[in-house]
């Protein structure tokens, strides 16, 4: 039945994108089957942790606070149909380096804060000192607080989609990683596994992460993967890095690439550095460089102080796929009929996952969304220009 124009669909990756496209088109009605080598959600899926931020600061980046806008709401109904929140709106500090004039990355998020409505709060060194008593702003004299933020239990998330994707029907295989593609012209009908099983569907969906441009070469020129570290270190009195004196942050994010989290309640508190990263394929081995740790303390002992002696529990290597302009990347492959990719997160995804289902989903039936001119297939280098397909 492969090939055959039933709507049956074979996703390829349980993270967060094909997990809630998979949910989104059984919904829909679609057959679903959701391959993984498992078990799900992977331990090496950049979906699969203990925490994302939730933000919709993105300097003068309008788009990307339009749709956090509607993925807020998004997230707002998961919490009230979950019971248990795995959104927590902590709100979120963002420090800026300099005084925040026009063209920096938080002058520009607040001004668009503003301008669309939102109540963001602008504090000076010593008010910053002062509500937030774990920062020294010695390096940050001015920032603002942006109450409509926080962050999202990611690993739980997954887990819940997927449970949820089962409730309904979707087959989920979670000893099945894809080998190559079953071609049939220039049509794709189906993925092979490694251990030799085929799986045929109408349409294909590749959102393996940063495994996508290992699965499929001609992704390698337009997506590549990045290693990026992650930190847990150990607090011995999590309610002093908790909100409201401690909450989601970041640290001139644009140029430093420094954020973190509040303390979860057993003390474990995670920082991480967004950044260029270290290229290198997925399945590599993953170590953290040890000069990492001692660059985080020295961050901590100008900036956080009660951090720099804290121990270190743990630390992560974990792979962004960063796609050449850091857009997402969800569209049919244009060579290859019935291949869509959903892949290319750059390092801010995870926070779009009410809006990724829906995203992709309509891409797949070739319907409307405001959302995905900007993640459409796109050469290197292309100016994007609004797309006739999408409006
Ligand atoms: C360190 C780090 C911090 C981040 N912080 C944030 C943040 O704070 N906020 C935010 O919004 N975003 C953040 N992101 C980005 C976000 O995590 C990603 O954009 C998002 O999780 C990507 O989801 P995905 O489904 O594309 O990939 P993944 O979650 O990696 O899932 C890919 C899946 O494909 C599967 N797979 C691989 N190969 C095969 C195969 N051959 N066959 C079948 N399946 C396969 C894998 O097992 C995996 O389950 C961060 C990312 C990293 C790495």
């Not at 997925?282 to 170590?287: L, N, Q």
Request: a negative charge; glycine letters at 10%.
């Amino acid at each position: 039945m492969g090939g055959q124009p039933d709507g049956s669909v074979v996703i390829v990756g349980a993270g967060v994108f094909g997990a809630s496209v998979a949910l989104e088109l059984r919904k829909r009605g679609h057959s679903v089957t959701l391959l993984d080598p498992g078990p799900v959600p992977h331990v090496l899926a950049a979906s699969t942790d203990i925490s994302k931020v939730l933000r919709m600061d993105y300097g003068a980046d309008e788009f990307y606070m339009e749709l956090m806008e509607a993925a807020f709401e998004g997230w707002d109904k998961w919490n009230e149909a979950w019971g248990q929140p795995l959104f927590h709106q902590t709100g979120m500090l963002l420090l800026a380096g300099e005084p925040m004039v026009p063209g920096g990355f938080e002058h520009d998020s607040y001004q668009l804060l503003l301008a669309r409505g939102h109540h963001p709060e602008r504090l000076s060194a010593d008010q910053i000192r002062a509500r937030f008593p774990a920062w020294d702003p010695v390096d940050h004299p001015e920032a603002y607080f942006n109450p409509r933020a926080g962050w999202a239990e990611s690993g739980e998330v997954v887990a819940r989609l997927i449970a949820e994707g089962k409730k309904l029907g979707v087959r989920v295989f979670a000893g099945a990683e894809m080998r190559s593609l079953i071609e049939r012209g220039s049509r794709v009908i189906g993925v092979r596994t490694g251990d030799g099983r085929e799986f045929e569907a109408e349409f294909i969906v590749v959102a393996a992460g940063a495994w996508s441009p290992s699965l499929l070469p001609q992704l390698r020129d337009l997506m590549w993967s990045t290693g990026q570290p992650i930190f847990h270190f150990q607090v011995e009195e999590p309610e002093s890095f908790q909100p409201p004196k401690f909450v989601v942050w970041s640290a001139d994010i644009a140029s430093t690439g420094w954020y973190g989290f509040p303390a979860l309640d057993d003390g474990t508190v995670k920082v991480a550095n967004h950044g260029p990263g270290r290229r290198q394929a997925a399945s590599e081995p993953r170590h953290v460089d040890s000069a990492y740790e001692g660059i985080f303390r020295e961050f901590f002992r100008r900036s956080l102080p009660a951090l720099a002696e804290a121990p270190m529990i743990s630390n992560r290597l974990c792979m962004y796929c960063d796609t050449w302009d850091g857009d997402f990347w969800i569209d049919y492959d244009p060579e290859r009929e019935g291949l869509l990719v959903a892949a290319g997160g750059s390092g801010h995804g995870f926070k779009f996952a009410p809006m990724l289902g829906p995203i992709i989903a309509d891409v797949l039936e070739r319907k409307p969304n405001r959302f995905a001119h900007r993640f459409r297939w796109r050469r290197r280098g292309e100016l994007k220009t609004e797309d006739a397909r999408y409006s």
